[in-house]
């Protein structure tokens, strides 16, 4: 009596024994899976074969599959929990015919998916003239992409046992609903704080102390430069030693005046080339005043054209940018360049924004102090250039069209990431009838974009008079087109007409697309020139365009390209 009256007025008795172990039991498992987040890993992974702006090896697009794979999982399994909770009822086992319907369709989609994605890898490879093929990394792709996924939902399953653990734990002192979303908090929280502080603040500073002591040692082939026009050389106001590897590989490189006078048919000068290193001195602003300092004291703003050229990340300055500017300038050139990170573009992007911001607007402030106190007649032309990340550091110095218009004589920015501020203005606020892969900005009176600058640089009906501001951009270049956005919106230019080098076919999908163009960028410049992230003829063609010298005929310029391509 005492217990059904209990059970009447709403008390629960303890189940028995034998219902709890019953109940504990029909816990999931570690190794269970959902089969709606089976089908959802089955449907990403085959669209993860679609094609994107690059050729991918096996591993890499097994890398692509699995990540693809683990987030259709998930996805899957919360489409299943919500229609659960909409048809308010509880999850149920699958039937063997619905497992086996799922294995059958998984091994028709897979390879058919498989089989085309080949197909399209091919035609990507064909675009760019890129002949090297593994068929023993494309058949791995398979077991890499199972690898993957079953790392990334065991990794997911820890953190879900975490969280259970932390609302069992919470629920001593609090309401179950607010143990569950207290605990997901806290989980949410050390993860992320794991993930930023141990794990990406651990590999930073690993990464920092590896390229630290990669950038004591000096190129092959470099050496300590004998004339006074160098930095580290005779004179110097910058030691050799404190130039980073990057920085002797700039001062202690680079076409004669010898080389550029049997390319030209003229007397040439030896072009002056000055550089600080982080070794330098401590701070950007110093370290941009001793550059300045020492491109003063070997005749730097004598000559009549002068380049300030922002850097990447470890400080690379792209020989072809230079080289290009230095022949077709005669050599009566100066470039100046600095420092801010011992970390390649990729990571010094992760954490080194500001450093990169900072250091280009600090050099060149520090140029253009120096040069507008010259008189007016006897100024050199003032340029400015960068390549990726240093395009983004170069652009910091401006701020806007007039800025760069006004203050300088010519700009070359190649590959600009899509972060870049004026970039995205120029490109966000282009004219109605232009595309983003080709825009048009304020009809193309001072900045204009191409992929070719030899031959198309719209709109070819206006005029381009004064100072010109060109962006070297490839239609497969995915550090241009690369944004965190791409995982949830579709952008402008996939649905335009595709580029020379990039299949019709390529389509955005939520997820899918934001891992294909991240994994591009690994191997962005592993392609041939012209395509992806590799600008070297382009800079030629670029330079002539912006700094419009006289005497150069067509084929000059193809030969200066062979002379470019074997540097």
Known sequence: MTAKGGTEHGELSSPPPAETSRHSSKRPRLHAVSLPGCWGALVLACLSFTPSLLPRGGLLQGLICGISAAIG???????????RAFADRDARSASRRSWLILLVSAVVLVGFSFGLGQYWQHKIRE??????YNVLTAVACLFVAALVFCLLLLGGRGIRSLYRWAARLLGRWIGRRAARVVGWLLVAVVAWSAFTGLLLGGFVNAANEAFSLRDTQTPEGVHQPTSALRSGGPGSLVPWDSLGREGRAFTGSGPSARAI?????RTAQEPVRAYAGLMTTDDAESRAARAVADLERAGGFERENLLVMTTTGSGWVDPAAVDSFE???NGDSATVAMQYSYLPSWLSYLVDQSKARQAGRELFDAVYDTWSKLPQ???PRLFVAGESLGSFG??????GEYDLRNRTAGTLFAGPPNFNTLFREFSDQRDAESSEIAPVYKEGRTVRFTDDPATHLPPADQPWDGTRVLYLMHPSDPIVWWSPQLALSEPDWIGERPGGDVLEEMVWMPFVTF???TADLLFSTDVPDGHGHTYKAAYVDGWHTVMRPAGFTAQDLDLLKDIIRQD
């Open 127 to 132: 675009l760019m003239g890129v002949t090297e």
């Open 515 to 517: 891992w294909q163009i």
């Open 377 to 379: 007649d006897q100024r």
């Open 327 to 329: 022949y077709l300038g």
């Open 394 to 399: 170069g652009e910091t110095a401006f701020s």
């Open 73 to 83: 999982y998930g996805l899957g399994v919360i489409a299943a929990y919500i229609w």
């Open 261 to 265: 006078g049997a390319f030209t048919h």
